[in-house]
């Protein structure tokens, strides 16, 4: 999936000029991500590579992306990217709306999305090296790889430490809410520039990417309604069971826990943009 879009670019201009925008857009790209800039420079590099800012470590690879990524034989148990881990049970959580704050519109779709992928590891539950395809040929032995040796104060065999702040856990009423409609609800593939329910958030941009309808806020000072990484990301839910909240009856947008986080980024917390000024917050909320 690419961040960027040029809507309708190749239906209007020339292929010369398509391309001779496309290389500039690479070129841009190359040059505003530095080598450092990477994953592998962030807590999320947790095999052998030299990098790693975190203190855990396992032994057995010096890949990346496997603790996370596979090329063939994801998980798509829900709509995240070539996942390589279990996906936990949506029912093992308690979610936020259980707190009971009279304040909250929004409806709550079960853990689910990009959020319950980043809670295969942060709920504290399963090894991190528990993955579905460990490297190398077939999956013999894959089980004794995942078993393998981890190093680092911050976890106890492999799974983040009980206590930590980052063991986010399995009772979510003290986390802020991820699978809840955006807005109070309102934005839906059939009107996908509503109002929102709730007036004190700021208005989404849309896109139909493919056949997806896709929402995001847009951060930038004068909002260019294009996606990018640094956009607060909404993600789809289809309606349905197990996927949209009970009585939803198509697509529509919810805050999860990538909307606020890129777990690729060198940024502070992993947040898609600085939060001075608490301007993650206010990305969303008009307070
Ligand atoms: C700690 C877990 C983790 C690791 C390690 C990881 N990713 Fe990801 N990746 C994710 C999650 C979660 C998403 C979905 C995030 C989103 O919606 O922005 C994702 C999305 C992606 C995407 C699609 C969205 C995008 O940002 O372009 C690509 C491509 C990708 N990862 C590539 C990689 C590669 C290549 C590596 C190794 C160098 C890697 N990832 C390592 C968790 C990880
Ligand atoms: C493969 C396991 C794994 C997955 C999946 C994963 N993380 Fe992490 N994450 C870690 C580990 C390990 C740490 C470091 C924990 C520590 O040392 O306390 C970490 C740290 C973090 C931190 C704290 C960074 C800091 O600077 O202190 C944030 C924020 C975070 N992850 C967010 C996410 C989000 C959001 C997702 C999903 C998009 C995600 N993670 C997916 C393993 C994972
Ligand atoms: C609405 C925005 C938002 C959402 C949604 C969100 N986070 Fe965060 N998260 C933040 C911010 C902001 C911080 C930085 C807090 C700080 O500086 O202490 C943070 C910090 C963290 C940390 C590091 C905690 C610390 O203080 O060291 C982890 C781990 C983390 N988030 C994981 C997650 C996971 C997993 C999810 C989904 C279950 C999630 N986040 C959802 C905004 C969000
Ligand atoms: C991606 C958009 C987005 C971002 C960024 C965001 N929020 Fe939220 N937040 C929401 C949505 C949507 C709700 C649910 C509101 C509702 O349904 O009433 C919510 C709910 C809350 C609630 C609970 C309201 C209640 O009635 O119980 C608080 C408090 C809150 N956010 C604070 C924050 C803070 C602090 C930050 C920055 C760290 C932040 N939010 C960042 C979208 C966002």
Redesign the pocket.
Do not use: F, G, M, P
């Given at each position: 999936m690419g961040w960027r879009h040029w809507p309708a670019m190749a239906g209007k201009r020339g292929l010369a000029t398509l391309l001779a925008g496309i290389i500039v857009a690479v070129a841009g790209v190359a040059t505003s991500l530095p080598a450092s800039a990477q994953i592998k420079n962030t807590k999320h590099n947790l095999g052998t590579t030299a990098g790693s800012t975190g203190v855990n470590q396992f032994s057995g690879t010096a890949e990346i992306c496997v603790f996370c990524h596979t090329p063939h034989g994801a998980d798509t148990s829900a709509a995240v990217p070539l996942w390589n881990r279990t996906l936990p049970l949506p029912a093992s959580f308690t979610t936020y709306d259980s707190l009971g704050t009279s304040s909250l519109d929004g409806k709550t779709a079960p853990v689910g999305s990009v959020?319950i992928a980043?809670?295969s590891c942060?709920d504290g539950v399963t090894s991190m090296s528990a993955v579905i395809n460990a490297p190398g040929s077939g999956t013999a032995g894959d089980a004794t790889w995942a078993a393998g040796t981890w190093s680092g104060a911050n976890q106890t065999g492999g799974k983040i430490g009980a206590g930590l702040?980052?063991n986010?856990g399995v009772d979510?009423r003290n986390?802020?809410p991820?699978g809840i409609q955006y807005g109070g609800g309102g934005l839906k593939a059939s009107t996908p520039a509503a109002a929102t329910t709730d007036t004190d958030f700021k208005t989404a941009s849309n896109a139909l990417i493919g056949t997806t309808r896709v929402w995001w806020v847009d951060t930038e000072a004068a909002p260019n309604g294009t996606r990018q990484k640094t956009d607060m990301m909404l993600y789809t839910r289809a309606a349905g069971v197990g996927s949209g909240y009970t009585g939803q009856t198509e697509a529509e947008p919810f805050?999860?826990?990538a909307?606020?986080?890129d777990p690729h980024t060198t940024n502070g917390?992993f947040?898609r943009i600085s939060?001075a000024g608490s301007a993650?917050c206010l990305a969303c909320h008009i307070k």
């Open positions: 959020s980043c809670l942060h702040i980052t986010i979510l986390d802020h991820i805050v999860e826990c909307s606020c986080h917390t947040l939060n993650v």
